[in-house]
T-cell receptor, first 113, second 112 residues
Framework: GAGVSQSPSNKVTEKGKDVELRCDPI?????LYWYRQRLGQGLEFLIY????????KSGLPSDRFSAERTGESVSTLTIQRTQQEDSAVYLC???????????FGPGTRLTVL | SQKIEQNSEALNIQEGKTATLTCNYT??????LQWYRQDPGRGPVFLLL?????KEKRKERLKVTFDTTLKQSLFHITASQPADSATYLC???????????FGGGTRLMVKP
């Protein structure tokens, strides 16, 4: 596609439920990043994938958070047993190589009731 | 500890004036710094990259400076327009090759 796409655009869930957020990066981009952005805040790095290397999970806030990426394509961020503090916009970005200019998707707004 | 700081207060300026936004960093040895624009409900969009050995970079009405002595980058928009109203984020990558780290952003409001 022309840009990074994310789905769903909005997700409302109940505390304790699991959610899956999807990211389709730009074709050919080897690097993919997930960030969290709380209201009025900056971007908080969560996890990074580069090609077939082991992902950098250093930003994941707890073991309830996990992510997978199939080759150099789609990625899924999973949050298990959601908590109210997980409410935020989750942004995905891709870049041609690590730490090149990053192209961001529109984000998924997650609301945990 | 490492910090990247941007003014959290909104910057309000009149159309036609130059907007100047500040990004200060602490305890980084930067390789480069990037500036992004973010509109409400959208993901950030890359604007400019400046390397640690560059003093200034320009792109149309945008100018970025990088002072590694002051540990500061300034982002200027000349002849500002209401369409420039957005949040502007700086992001820094250090020489250790770590992840790009973002500042909290500064909201710019350009009034007609």
């Amino acid at each position: 596609g022309a840009g990074v796409s994310q789905s769903p655009s909005n997700k409302v869930t109940e505390k304790g439920k699991d959610v899956e957020l999807r990211c389709d990066p730009i074709s050919g981009h080897t690097a993919l990043y997930w960030y969290r952005q709380r209201l009025g805040q900056g971007l908080e790095f969560l996890i990074y994938f580069q090609g077939n290397s082991a992902p950098d999970k250093s930003g994941l806030p707890s073991d309830r958070f996990s992510a997978e990426r199939t080759g150099e394509s789609v990625s899924t961020l999973t949050i298990q047993r959601t908590q109210q503090e997980d409410s935020a916009v989750y942004l995905c970005a891709s870049s041609l190589y690590f730490n090149n200019e990053q192209f961001f998707g529109p984000g998924t707004r997650l609301t945990v009731l | 500890s490492q910090k990247i700081e941007q003014n959290s207060e909104a910057l309000n300026i009149q159309e036609g004036k130059t907007a100047t936004l500040t990004c200060n960093y602490t305890n980084y040895s930067p390789a480069y710094l990037q500036w992004y624009r973010q509109d409400p409900g959208r993901g950030p969009v890359f604007l400019l990259l400046i390397r640690e050995n560059e003093k200034e970079k320009r792109k149309e009405r945008l100018k970025v400076t990088f002072d590694t002595t002051l540990k500061q980058s300034l982002f200027h928009i000349t002849a500002s327009q209401p369409a420039d109203s957005a949040t502007y984020l700086c992001a820094l990558r250090d020489n250790a090759g770590n992840m790009l780290t973002f500042g909290g952003g500064t909201r710019l409001m350009v009034k007609p």
